[in-house]
């Protein structure tokens, strides 16, 4: 059974944010070991200059790499992330079943994303879609496309 981890920079406050994710965590149960971690967003001025940003995305990657499992293999939620249909995420959970890394771990940051640094590191790097999302929506949305990754590859009707 696949070790999957969530960290997520952020943490969900509606509870209909709360409950979704709720949801697809006992839905994901089945078919892996999960984890989710969630890290708090440095703070930042009304209106961070670029150094500022920079600098926050640094210390949150540090507190990141201070969570990851040792032998992780990373994927890296970024605008500049390849697209992939559901089909195509079921496929990246098979090839990452024969990989030696114990721990497969999906990256979310913050409103201003991640570091270029963690996005280096990654095994993947993964869009949603070229439209922009609230990174907290984006942690949904992540949850219920890997529930769908793993019945495609159970071969269930869940994606039809």
């Known amino acids: ?83 992939r249909s559901s089909p195509e995420l079921a496929g990246l959970l098979r090839t990452w079943e024969n990989n030696p890394a114990k721990h497969l771990v999906f990256l979310i940051g913050g409103s201003y994303g991640l570091d270029q640094s963690l996005k280096k590191e990654a095994w993947s790097q993964l869009s949603m879609s070229p439209m922009s999302f609230p990174h907290l929506l984006a942690r949904i949305m992540l949850l219920e496309q890997l529930y769908r990754a793993f019945q495609i590859n159970a071969g269930s009707k869940y994606h039809k």
Do not use: T
């Open 1 to 83: 059974m696949i070790n999957l981890q969530l960290i997520c920079v952020g943490k969900l406050k509606e509870r209909f944010y709360i409950d979704a994710a709720a949801e697809y965590q006992k839905r994901l149960a089945p078919f892996c070991r999960f984890q989710l971690i969630e890290l708090p967003e440095e703070r930042l001025p009304q209106d961070p200059s670029q150094a500022q940003i920079e600098a926050a995305l640094k210390k949150e990657a540090a507190v990141i790499r201070s969570k990851l499992p040792p032998n992780a293999s990373l994927v890296a939620l970024c605008i500049e992330g390849r697209l």
